[in-house]
C-alpha cells in the first residue's frame, strides 16, 4: 500500500493530460482486496489508502471518500464478474477470474471510483460537459494501466501477494 | 425481534461504511479556508519530506533551463549593479539585512480553480504570511500560511489573490487578478479610465503594498478593454512567470517599515 500511494502521489499526481486527466491508479490496492478479508478491514483499508493520498495533495477526505466507496462495493463487483459455482477465496485478478470478467470488473471499479471522486471534486457541479470529459478520460486511463499491470505481473496458476 | 437483530448484526459494516463516508465529507466539506490550509501546512510537516524528495529529483530534469535563466538574470543584474553602484540602493544591503529568502517549490499545481504552491521556508526562517513570492522571471504570489517549515503561497492563479500592480513607469495602479482556466493570463482590474496603456506595455508592482517592492515584473499587456459601467480598465496580461515551472522563488522577508504599519493599522 505505501509503494502504491508514493507512486500516486510522486508521479502520478503531476501527470494531467490535457488538463483534465489524472490517474488514480492507488486503486488497484483496493481492487486487489482478497474475498477472505472482513468487510470492516476492507472499509478501513479502503479509508485509510484515500486518507494517505488526501495527505500529500491537500484534500482532505476526497479521496477518502472515494476510496471508502470503492471498498464498499468491491465484493459486489467481484462476485457480479464471478461465476455462480465459485466459492473459493481469491485474489481478483486474471488467472483467478478470467481474462475478460477481470477487465469488466475492473472498469467498473474504477469508473466507480473516479465518478465519486472527480464529482465531489466538482462540487459545485458547473460544468457537466468539463467533469463527465474528466470522468470518462481519467477511468479510461486507469483501467488500460491497470489492464496492463494485470496482465504482466498475474501470471495464470500463480498467487501472488499484494 | 431476534430475526432483526441478527439482520443488523450481518449488516453492521453498512454502519461503519456509513460513519467513515460522514467523516470524508465532514473533511471535505465541513472545513473552512483557513483549516484547510492549517491541514496543509501539518500535512505537509509529515509530507513534507517526501515531496522534497520529489523536487529534488525533479530539480535535475531541465537544469539546461534553469542555468541559461539565472545566466540571463545574472547579466541584467551585473547590468543594474554598474548602474546603481553609486546610488541609494546599495546603502540597504549595507545595512548587512538580508532581504529576500531563497526557497525551494516543492508542490504546485496550475490545473485547478484555485491553485496553491508549497515552499520549503517557514516561520523558522523568517517567512512569515503576507510575504511576496516572486523568481527571476517575476511576480508568483504571496505566502498564505506559514508553518515552521514549510509554507503555502496564494499564487496569482488563485481566485482569492489580488495583487497591487501598475503599468511600468506610470502611477496608477490596479489588481492582478484570476478567474480560473489559462494559467498564462491574468487581468488587471480596476485601473483608472484615463491610465495610458496599450498592448505591449509591461505591468509591475506597485510597491504600494509590504508584500512586494515596486517594479517587480508580472506580464505584458495582452489586451484593454474599457468598463463604461464602472469606468476603469480591464487589462488582459500574458505573465512573465511559467507557473507550470518553478523550481526556486525568492521570498520577500524585508520586514516593513514599523512606522508605515502603524498608520495603515491592521488590515
Redesign the interface.
Known amino acids: 500500500m505505501a509503494g502504491l500511494v508514493?507512486l500516486q502521489?510522486?508521479f502520478l499526481n503531476r501527470i494531467?493530460l490535457f488538463?483534465y486527466v489524472t490517474p488514480l491508479f492507488y486503486l488497484w490496492f483496493i481492487v486487489r482486496f482478497d474475498s477472505s478479508m472482513?468487510?470492516?478491514s476492507m472499509?478501513?483499508w479502503g479509508?485509510v489508502t484515500?486518507?494517505a493520498v488526501?495527505?500529500?495533495t491537500?484534500?482532505?477526505?476526497?479521496n477518502?471518500?472515494s476510496a471508502?466507496?470503492a471498498a464498499?462495493f468491491q465484493p459486489a463487483m467481484v462476485k457480479l464478474f464471478l461465476s455462480k459455482d465459485r466459492r473459493e477465496v481469491i485474489i481478483p485478478g486474471r488467472a483467478s477470474m478470467g481474462a475478460g470478467p477481470f477487465a469488466g470488473y475492473i472498469f467498473l471499479m474504477t469508473m466507480l471510483h473516479h465518478s465519486a471522486y472527480f464529482l465531489?471534486r466538482s462540487?459545485p457541479l458547473e460544468d457537466w460537459v468539463v467533469i463527465t470529459a474528466k470522468i470518462v478520460f481519467s477511468t479510461l486511463l486507469t483501467f488500460i494501466a491497470m489492464l496492463a499491470v494485470g496482465y504482466s505481473a498475474d501470471k495464470p496458476n500463480q498467487r501472488r501477494s499484494i | 425481534m431476534r430475526s432483526l437483530l441478527d439482520f443488523l448484526a450481518k449488516q453492521a459494516h453498512v454502519l461503519l461504511f456509513i460513519l467513515m463516508e460522514a467523516l470524508s465529507l465532514l473533511l471535505l466539506f465541513g472545513l473552512n479556508d483557513r483549516q484547510r490550509l492549517a491541514f496543509m501546512t501539518s500535512a505537509n510537516r509529515l509530507s513534507g519530506t517526501v515531496l522534497e524528495w520529489r523536487a529534488r529529483v525533479e530539480s535535475y530534469i531541465g537544469l539546461k533551463g534553469e542555468n541559461e535563466r539565472l545566466l540571463t538574470e545574472n547579466a541584467y543584474l551585473r547590468e543594474r549593479l554598474l548602474s546603481l553602484s553609486d546610488s541609494l540602493e546599495l546603502e540597504r544591503v549595507s545595512q548587512g539585512e538580508s532581504v529576500f529568502t531563497v526557497a525551494r517549490v516543492i508542490d504546485n499545481s496550475v490545473r485547478k480553480d484555485d491553485n496553491f504552491i508549497t515552499i520549503d521556508k517557514g516561520r523558522s526562517d523568517g517567512v512569515d504570511q503576507g510575504m511576496g513570492v516572486f523568481d527571476s522571471r517575476g511576480v508568483i504570489g504571496v505566502v498564505e500560511v506559514a508553518g515552521s517549515h514549510y509554507s503555502v503561497v496564494l499564487p496569482v492563479l488563485n481566485s482569492k489573490s489580488s495583487i497591487s500592480c501598475k503599468v511600468s513607469g506610470s502611477s496608477s495602479i490596479g489588481f492582478l487578478e484570476w478567474r480560473g482556466g489559462d494559467p498564462y493570463r491574468a487581468m488587471v482590474n480596476d485601473m483608472p479610465y484615463h491610465t495610458v496603456v496599450s498592448t505591449g506595455d509591461t505591468i509591475v508592482t506597485s510597491g504600494y503594498s509590504s508584500a512586494f517592492p515596486e517594479n517587480i515584473p508580472v506580464g505584458v499587456v495582452e489586451r484593454v478593454e474599457q468598463q463604461r459601467m464602472s469606468y476603469t480598465l480591464a487589462v488582459t496580461v500574458s505573465l512573465f512567470v511559467d507557473m507550470s515551472d518553478l523550481r526556486w522563488v525568492y521570498v520577500n522577508t524585508m520586514k516593513p517599515d514599523p512606522e508605515l504599519e502603524e498608520l495603515e493599522g491592521p488590515e
Open positions: 508514493l502521489v510522486l494531467s488538463g472482513s468487510r470492516y472499509l478501513l479509508f484515500g486518507l488526501d495527505f500529500f491537500g484534500t482532505p477526505g476526497l477518502a471518500a471508502t466507496l464498499m465531489l462540487i
